[in-house]
């Protein structure tokens, strides 16, 4: 699994999907801080755990609705990657901390 999976109704898969409820599925304790960062930008998201989900796949859910503009929609995909990628960063400086990355 990467930084973020969604879940398209036919498996895992970064693909297309059709629903007005997003789950993004974090690996196991990121979803408080993808939600904290969503939450302070002022997006209304809530972290589900475990047992209503899987163990260790915990998700943050996003409800998208008609209200949504596209700059909202954008927004949020924005801060999303952003989440995602600082993530991403702070792996990789850990793994070259730590000689794994050499």
Not at 56 to 74: A, G, M, P, T
Request: charged share 20%; glycine share 8%; aromatic share 8%.
């Amino acid at each position: 699994m990467g930084i973020l999976s969604l879940n398209s109704g036919n498996g895992w898969r970064n693909g297309p999907f059709q629903s007005p409820v997003v789950p993004l599925v974090t690996k196991p304790g990121d979803g408080e801080a993808l939600a904290a960062k969503l939450i302070q930008a002022g997006y209304w998201v809530n972290v589900v755990y475990y047992p209503v989900v899987p163990k260790d796949k915990e998700r943050v859910r996003l409800s998208l609705h008609s209200d949504n503009d596209l700059k909202q929609i954008k927004g949020i995909v924005a801060l999303i990657m952003e989440w995602a990628m600082e993530r991403h960063e702070n792996l990789l400086k850990k793994l070259w901390l730590t000689g794994v990355a050499n």
